[in-house]
Nanobody, 122 residues
Framework: VQLQASGGGLVQAGGSLRLSCTAS????????MAWYRQTPGKERELVAS???????KYADSVKGRFTISRDNARNTVNLQMNSLKPEDTAVYYC?????????????????WGRGTLVTVSS
């Protein structure tokens, strides 16, 4: 299973970016898809996640500004980021957990994309 993320870049404060991630490989369903971010010297933190059924979770720092969405049929997850702030600058990673390869088989570990850099200038 591979995760390919795209959409990072440089944007001014107050601007918007949209990140996309597609999972490929032997996949039947994915329980949870999420975006994490990490800055130098800090631990990777959860930004937003969405279950297969559609339930979402957001970090307090991005509530009301970021929106996560999924296309289960295409195994994609997107992150619409609005009203960006300089403190949102980070490398953003796509994550897929609870990946089921068949009705009876589920991978025991999550998968990560390589990361895409988001830079917000003040």
């Amino acid at each position: 299973v591979q995760l390919q993320a795209s959409g990072g870049g440089l944007v001014q404060a107050g601007g918007s970016l949209r990140l996309s991630c597609t999972a490929s490989g032997r996949i039947l369903t994915i329980d949870d898809m999420a975006w994490y971010r990490q800055t130098p010297g800090k631990e990777r933190e959860l930004v937003a996640s969405q279950t297969y059924g559609g339930s979402t979770k957001y970090a307090d720092s991005v509530k009301g500004r970021f929106t996560i969405s999924r296309d289960n049929a295409r195994n994609t997850v997107n992150l619409q980021m609005n009203s960006l702030k300089p403190e949102d600058t980070a490398v953003y990673y796509c994550n897929a957990a609870g990946v089921r390869r068949s009705l009876l088989q589920k991978y025991e570990y999550p998968f990560w994309g390589r990361g895409t850099l988001v830079t917000v200038s003040s």
